[in-house]
């Protein structure tokens, strides 16, 4: 799990647009007009929030839906499981309507899933081998 957290974290090398269109949406003459650099604070807590409540869980479930089952079904298990995990944390905080939704849960799952490819990676299990997923 820490392989796939870390790959999260990654990914935000990369700023999603939805969220520099929110830190970039203050006008210049405003104190808080520095709201870019908020990002450095933000990003980090809402990754590890991420991962906690949607790529841990859907790492495990995905697992154990596709145990005796190829590392692409594992895989395709833990992103339908965390697909559905990150459509009802975004929905539990208010984002209510679907236009608004849409753009940061698609860029959720492009980065989640990455890490996701990670964890399976590290789970899977070759046949006749001690460890298994």
Known sequence: MHLSGA??????LVPPLWMLDVAYATPPGDPTADTPFVLLFTVPPACASFHVLVQIPAGFLGA???????TPVRYGSAVAVASALSLLLFWGLGWNSWGSILPAWADAMVRGSLGL???????RAQSGSVRHG
Request: aromatic content about 20%.
């Open 64 to 70: 154990w839906l596709g145990r005796s089952r190829t």
């Open 117 to 123: 490819a990670g964890y399976m990676w590290v789970m």
């Open 7 to 12: 790959i999260l974290l990654l990914t935000f």
